[in-house]
């Protein structure tokens, strides 16, 4: 009986056939392990010498890692297993045998793995976030078409910018210039005037020069837009939508998460009403004596786990030294080690950044957009996710309401994501009104030409209406605690790097 890994529980006591790659191995003389890696999860299968013929066990502990076979025998329950389940082998047929697979249980540079990342995609953090998006896409999509929304797929040729002219990329289209969209949203309007609830769903492109860990080229956004709708309104819909996304990774992805060494008790919290601050009080947070303090408790804890890590490190170096250790006890030691260095890497980051990160926050200016360390500041402080709203004008896009009380700001907010993941959503209420709408787009230095049709509705049947952009990668990157966001999505576009 064919089946998969991720289906082995039901075939207890059974004899099947498992199709896969060698994720690692080891051998004595009479028995070989060889965890099975098939798409659907890691599974132990166990040979002993005798129940094969011995040319096929020589063959097969000859394998390299990612050589590609089938192994059949008795499903056995094994607590020890990846998945709770062994493999008892009474037959295989090797596929195609492979040697020197580059990317080895040891320690790769980033170049390295983006280089490579055809091959890295089969790794198990790789595949683990990899589902985790798998996850997160459908649950979007279940929310918005569970909630009476209709999909409206916007273009991704675009004559006019959504998002600010110094992040379009250009294309030539038949000798005349167009742009790779940076949002759907100026269409998702015309389409909320038709639908009431609308979302798109696609790839976004900005030409960010930005090298940070929070910046791809190419992206996906979810945009809802929705018709007759408020500020508390839209607050109230994100927080229900990113709750219901994390409810759903929580429910069909937990063994994934423990192996990425994600925050699950954080996520278990993650429901309604998250956080709620305006800019002003954001700027004054960063401002105070309590920033100040928070940040310096930061440093001490940051130094505390630096030397708890070199303890660790400088322990097992010495066990190596002593010698005496079996085969799987080095390997699972060349393991740990790349995973400590990893955090240590991590921490010596952000030990240097700190005094960089606090002294931003106290020079804070109101008037200034929060940069990516501030929303980080405001974001650390908080257990659950942060509404940020109300923003001045000056700092944000053109289509955003004024906000009729204070024209000093505009009615829009930004979603921080807990553990300073920062910046998850942005969203406003948008201009209704076509003078005001018209004045932002001179200000801008925009031809009103191009934006004809969208100031048309506010000519035609204007009504309150708003909406957000959830970014794909950096959700899967605050829900999988991945830092670098290029993990997030399988074929990363950056600044400096487009991996393959
Ligand atoms: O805040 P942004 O720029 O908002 C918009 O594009 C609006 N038009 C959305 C709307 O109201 N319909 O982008 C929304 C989200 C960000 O919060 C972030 O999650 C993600 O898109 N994002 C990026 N993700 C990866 N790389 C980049 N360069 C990103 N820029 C934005
Ligand atoms: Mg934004």
């Given at each position: 009986?064919?089946?998969?890994?991720?289906?082995?529980?039901?075939?207890?006591?059974?004899?099947?056939?498992?199709?896969?790659?060698?994720?690692?191995?080891?051998?004595?003389?009479?028995?070989?392990?060889?965890?099975?890696?098939?798409?659907?999860?890691?599974?132990?299968?166990?040979?002993?010498?005798?129940?094969?013929?011995?040319?096929?066990?020589?063959?097969?502990?000859?394998?390299?890692?990612?050589?590609?076979?089938?192994?059949?025998?008795?499903?056995?329950?094994?607590?020890?297993?990846?998945?709770?389940?062994?493999?008892?082998?009474?037959?295989?047929?090797?596929?195609?045998?492979?040697?020197?697979?580059?990317?080895?249980?040891?320690?790769?540079?980033?170049?390295?793995?983006?280089?490579?990342?055809?091959?890295?995609?089969?790794?198990?953090?790789?595949?683990?976030?990899?589902?985790?998006?798998?996850?997160?896409?459908?649950?979007?999509?279940?929310?918005?078409?569970?909630?009476?929304?209709?999909?409206?797929?916007?273009p991704i040729f675009t004559a006019a910018a959504g998002?600010?002219e110094?992040?379009l990329f250009s294309v030539d289209y038949f000798g005349k210039p167009m742009f790779l969209s940076q949002?759907?949203?100026l269409y998702?309007?015309?389409?909320?005037?038709?639908?009431?609830?609308?979302?798109?769903?696609?790839?976004?492109f900005?030409a960010?020069?930005?090298?940070?860990?929070?910046?791809?080229?190419?992206?996906?956004?979810?945009?809802?837009?929705?018709?007759?709708?408020?500020?508390?309104?839209?607050?109230?819909?994100?927080?229900?939508?990113?709750?219901?996304?994390?409810?759903?990774?929580?429910?069909?992805?937990?063994?994934?998460?423990?192996?990425?060494?994600?925050?699950?008790?954080?996520?278990?919290?993650?429901?309604?009403?998250?956080?709620?601050?305006?800019?002003?009080?954001?700027?004054?947070?960063?401002?105070?004596?309590?920033?100040?303090?928070?940040?310096?408790?930061?440093?001490?804890?940051?130094?505390?786990?630096?030397?708890?890590?070199?303890?660790?490190?400088?322990?097992?170096?010495?066990?190596?030294?002593?010698?005496?250790?079996?085969?799987?006890?080095?390997?699972?030691?060349?393991?740990?080690?790349?995973?400590?260095?990893?955090?240590?890497?991590?921490?010596?980051?952000?030990?240097?950044?700190?005094?960089?990160?606090?002294?931003?926050?106290?020079?804070?200016?109101?008037?200034?957009?929060?940069?990516?360390?501030?929303?980080?500041?405001?974001?650390?402080?908080?257990?659950?996710?942060?509404?940020?709203?109300?923003?001045?004008?000056?700092?944000?896009?053109?289509?955003?309401?004024?906000?009729?009380?204070?024209?000093?700001?505009?009615?829009?907010?930004?979603?921080?994501?807990?553990?300073?993941?920062?910046?998850?959503?942005?969203?406003?209420?948008?201009?209704?009104?076509?003078?005001?709408?018209?004045?932002?787009?001179?200000?801008?230095?925009y031809d009103p030409q191009h934006y004809d049709w969208?100031?048309?509705?506010?000519?035609?049947?204007?009504?309150?209406?708003?909406?957000?952009?959830?970014?794909?990668?950096?959700?899967?990157?605050?829900?999988?605690?991945?830092?670098?966001?290029?993990?997030?999505?399988?074929?990363?576009?950056?600044?400096?790097?487009?991996?393959?």
């Amino acid at each position: 009986m064919k089946t998969t890994i991720h289906q082995l529980s039901a075939f207890a006591g059974q004899e099947v056939t498992l199709s896969g790659w060698v994720y690692h191995s080891r051998h004595s003389g009479k028995v070989a392990f060889i965890v099975l890696r098939d798409g659907t999860g890691l599974c132990q299968c166990v040979i002993e010498k005798g129940r094969i013929p011995d040319d096929l066990f020589d063959q097969l502990v000859r394998l390299g890692q990612e050589s590609s076979l089938s192994l059949s025998g008795v499903v056995r329950a094994e607590p020890r297993s990846p998945g709770g389940h062994e493999l008892a082998v009474t037959a295989a047929s090797i596929v195609c045998p492979t040697q020197d697979y580059p990317i080895t249980p040891k320690e790769h540079g980033v170049e390295f793995l983006m280089k490579n990342r055809h091959l890295h995609l089969r790794s198990q953090r790789t595949w683990c976030i990899g589902r985790i998006r798998h996850t997160v896409i459908d649950a979007i999509r279940r929310f918005f078409n569970d909630n009476g929304f209709t999909l409206v797929d916007t273009p991704i040729f675009t004559a006019a910018a959504g998002e600010g002219e110094q992040t379009l990329f250009s294309v030539d289209y038949f000798g005349k210039p167009m742009f790779l969209s940076q949002t759907g949203q100026l269409y998702l309007e015309c389409a909320a005037m038709s639908f009431g609830k609308v979302y798109c769903f696609g790839p976004t492109f900005r030409a960010e020069k930005s090298k940070t860990r929070r910046h791809l080229t190419e992206f996906w956004m979810v945009e809802p837009e929705v018709a007759y709708i408020e500020l508390p309104g839209l607050l109230e819909l994100a927080e229900n939508f990113v709750s219901s996304v994390v409810k759903r990774v929580l429910k069909d992805n937990r063994p994934e998460l423990e192996t990425l060494g994600a925050d699950i008790a954080m996520l278990e919290k993650i429901e309604p009403p998250f956080h709620r601050l305006t800019y002003t009080d954001a700027a004054d947070i960063l401002t105070s004596s309590r920033t100040v303090q928070f940040m310096a408790e930061q440093l001490e804890q940051f130094k505390a786990q630096k030397t708890a890590l070199e303890k660790q490190l400088a322990d097992i170096e010495a066990a190596e030294k002593a010698g005496g250790l079996k085969q799987w006890q080095k390997d699972k030691n060349a393991r740990l080690q790349i995973e400590l260095r990893a955090e240590l890497d991590e921490l010596n980051i952000k030990i240097e950044n700190n005094p960089k990160h606090a002294q931003l926050a106290s020079e804070f200016k109101w008037g200034k957009d929060l940069g990516g360390s501030d929303e980080t500041i405001i974001s650390l402080m908080h257990d659950k996710p942060v509404f940020v709203t109300h923003y001045p004008r000056e700092a944000k896009a053109f289509y955003m309401k004024t906000d009729r009380d204070n024209p000093k700001v505009v009615q829009n907010f930004d979603l921080l994501a807990s553990q300073g993941f920062g910046e998850i959503i942005g969203g406003s209420v948008r201009e209704d009104d076509l003078q005001y709408l018209l004045k932002r787009v001179e200000e801008e230095g925009y031809d009103p030409q191009h934006y004809d049709w969208y100031l048309d509705l506010r000519k035609y049947g204007s009504v309150p209406h708003g909406g957000f952009g959830l970014g794909v990668e950096r959700t899967v990157a605050w829900i999988t605690n991945e830092r670098h966001i290029r993990q997030c999505i399988a074929f990363p576009r950056l600044m400096d790097n487009v991996c393959i």
